[in-house]
T-cell receptor, first 114, second 111 residues
Framework: DSGVTQTPKHLITATGQRVTLRCSPRSGDLSVYWYQQSLDQGLQFLIQYYNGEERAKGNILERFSAQQFPDLHSELNLSSLELGDSALYFC?????????????FGSGTRLTVV | EDQVTQSPEALRLQEGESSSLNCSYTVSGLRGLFWYRQDPGKGPEFLFTLYSAGEEKEKERLKATLTKKESFLHITAPKPEDSATYLCAVPGYSSASKIIFGSGTRLSIRP
């Protein structure tokens, strides 16, 4: 157990639907990062939050949004889902920007859009 | 554009057969290079951070080295449990928070 908790582990939904992925960072970590991993794209950075505020943005689609709550857990909202959104979604956390000890990743949410 | 390229894509070795994985990067002002291990269906697990050319880090059968343009992950006398995908990553130039990952090397060790 890495200390980063992601729920649900698996999610199957239809095209056009909306889903919410949840992440609880490791205790004491203020930063949360969301990554998407698909077979043809590898790990792609989506967005970072630090202590409730958006800090950095990657190639995140407009249909996707995220937030970090006062208790530091984060949610990634995916809407108007398409088949191509099927992927593993990882959350990671750190307390130093990952400079010394890297990121701690959760075990991911596998999203299947049918 | 910041880029991380790993080679080979896949590597199959016999148990005990040493080899090296390569990670080359194009990013201005390198602010660290990271190696991760990822097992199937799991999140990446942090292995090493390297900051300057000539730096080396070791962990069990793994040793990571860094030059000005690339990094190597040397695996000595590997065991089947070393089978995994090894990922290299660097902070982006425009934002150090944006860690850019390579596509990984899928390592398979046969007993």
């Amino acid at each position: 157990d890495s200390g980063v908790t992601q729920t649900p582990k698996h999610l199957i939904t239809a095209t056009g639907q909306r889903v919410t992925l949840r992440c609880s960072p490791r205790s004491g970590d203020l930063s949360v990062y969301w990554y998407q991993q698909s077979l043809d794209q590898g790990l792609q950075f989506l967005i970072q939050y630090y202590n409730g505020e958006e800090r950095a943005k990657g190639n995140i689609l407009e249909r996707f949004s995220a937030q970090q709550f006062p208790d530091l857990h984060s949610e990634l909202n995916l809407s108007s889902l398409e088949l191509g959104d099927s992927a593993l979604y990882f959350c990671a956390s750190s307390n130093d920007g990952g400079r010394l000890y890297g990121y701690t990743f959760g075990s991911g949410t596998r999203l299947t859009v049918v | 554009e910041d880029q991380v390229t790993q080679s080979p894509e896949a590597l199959r070795l016999q148990e005990g057969e040493s080899s090296s994985l390569n990670c080359s990067y194009t990013v201005s002002g390198l602010r660290g290079l990271f190696w991760y291990r990822q097992d199937p269906g799991k999140g990446p697990e942090f292995l090493f951070t390297l900051y300057s050319a000539g730096e080396e880090k070791e962990k069990e059968r793994l040793k990571a080295t860094l030059t000005k343009k690339e990094s190597f992950l040397h695996i000595t006398a590997p065991k089947p449990e070393d089978s995994a995908t090894y990922l290299c990553a660097v902070p982006g130039y425009s934002s150090a928070s944006k860690i850019i990952f390579g596509s990984g090397t899928r390592l398979s060790i046969r007993p």
